[in-house]
């Protein structure tokens, strides 16, 4: 079954997805995201310019060896850039395979071990009445796991706070990034006295979930873990930047606050480490971000060996179809754990047509054939792309900081 064409298509209903499109001579169709909040045209452009061309002609059929031909093949290997053009690649010839056989991905990958996907939404405020609306809102929807954020007093803005009550925070438009000011010593201060008063408001009947976003050194993200041991979190996320994995021996020492790391992660060799030596609890790479369900089934294998449970990344940037994708795999790999969740602006809704129903905190990915998700080109063209980047982060001095 030959690739006959391969195509991306760049659209912003609500906020920036790339999309890749491949057809078959069978005139089967399968689609994969490619989105790179903030660097999306270059992840369009390698698709564009360096892998169509590669991929006419080949066999659909093919994942596995299409995956190996195009990082092997290569020669420069992993990168954001690169793991999310494959991912893409890897996603629609999966969406081709569910689509030939009849059956949802999810069947291909061995079944169903569960019924449902457990997910977490994103509760946050400006000020605590602000979040415990927030909070109560996503109790009364039926969620069993929040992650709590809330603006850190002293500080002009926060990052990962929705506006008033808008369900998401999308990074404004604009030809440069917002700069953010930061100061780990107010954060340190607040982020325990914001975990307690959740509890204080809503008890511990529901799972608690907290983004420290790389900001901390070692040692701070030690004293935090310890400060929320008695708030029991189902994990506190990203307390350090992970590109030095050792320096989670040290976090581990001291504190049983368990840790999710990884939506940055763009290949299994990123956490090799933290998954061996169990220094985290949960890791969060995405199938976009991380080569696709090929090889994001093989960081999960491999985290299945240490005890380490998925927690897959899963905020607006990542489209639709990654969404639907992470559900097929979550629904199938024995080590889950849960999986971010939050419902994309309006109107990707006329873009992007899904088959994943929510019910009472769980997803589920629906029972369509290959990935469930129908993209309109037509309507994708109404909504063209708008350049936007993700914010930088600065210290009071000025020092451009981890974010
Ligand atoms: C999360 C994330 C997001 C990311 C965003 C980057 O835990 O959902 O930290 O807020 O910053 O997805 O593109
Ligand atoms: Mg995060």
């Known amino acids: 079954m030959k690739i006959t064409d391969a195509r991306v298509v760049v659209t912003a209903p609500g906020r920036n997805f790339v999309t890749l499109v491949i057809e078959t001579e069978d ?23 360096h892998i169509r061309p590669l991929l006419i002609g080949r066999d659909a059929r093919r994942i596995e060896d299409t995956w ?5 093949g290569s ?4 990168g954001a850039i690169a793991m999310t053009a494959i991912a893409a690649v890897d996603m629609a010839l999966w969406d081709i395979k ?13 079944g169903a071990s569960r019924d449902g996907v457990l997910v977490y939404g994103h509760a946050s405020g400006h000020t605590f009445d602000v979040l415990d609306g927030s909070v109560q809102k996503y109790l009364d929807t039926g969620y069993k796991a929040i992650r709590v954020q809330a603006s850190v007093p002293g500080l002009d803005h926060t990052y990962g706070i ?10 404004a438009s604009g030809s440069l990034p917002e700069e953010d000011v930061w100061d780990s010593a107010l954060y ?54 992970a590109e030095d994995q050792g320096a989670f021996r040290l976090i581990r020492s001291h504190t049983a606050t368990p840790l999710a790391v990884g939506e940055i992660f763009n290949s299994i060799w990123d956490c090799q480490q933290l998954i061996t030596e169990r220094l985290i609890d949960y890791v969060r790479a995405s199938v976009t971000h991380a080569g696709g369900i090929t090889h994001l089934r093989r960081i999960f294998a491999l985290a299945e060996l240490y005890g380490v449970r998925t927690g897959s990344h899963g905020a607006t940037d990542l489209s639709p ?6 559900l097929h795999i979550d629904l199938a790999v024995p080590n889950f754990g849960i999986q971010e969740y939050m419902p994309h602006p309006s109107p990707a809704e006329e873009v992007f047509r899904t088959g994943y129903r929510f019910h009472d905190g769980y997803l589920h990915p629906g029972d369509g054939p290959g990935l469930g998700v129908e993209f309109d080109e037509v309507a994708a063209a109404r909504f063209p792309y708008v350049p936007r980047y993700l914010p930088v982060n600065r210290l009071v001095d000025g020092t451009v900081h981890d974010w």
């Not at 999306?40 to 452009?45: D, G, I, K, N, R």
């Not at 030939?100 to 991905?105: K, R």
């Open 75 to 78: 020669y420069w290997r992993r």
């Open 188 to 241: 340190l201060d607040f982020a325990p006295r914001l975990v307690s008063h959740v509890r204080e408001q809503f008890g511990y009947g529901v799972h608690l979930l907290h983004d420290a976003h790389h900001r901390l050194t070692p040692i701070e993200a030690a004293r935090l873990g310890a400060q929320l041991e008695p708030y029991r979190m189902w994990w506190l996320e990203d307390p350090t930047p």
């Open 162 to 171: 929705a506006a008033g009550s808008a369900a998401t925070y999308e990074p």
């Open 321 to 326: 179809i990654s969404l639907a994708a992470a």
């Open 98 to 110: 569910g689509k030939i056989a009849g059956l949802p991905v999810y069947e291909l990958l061995g």
């Open 27 to 49: 005139g089967v169709v399968g689609v994969g995201d490619a989105t790179l909040n903030g660097r999306e045209l270059a992840v369009a452009s390698t698709l564009t310019d």
């Open 68 to 72: 190996n031909y195009l990082y092997k």
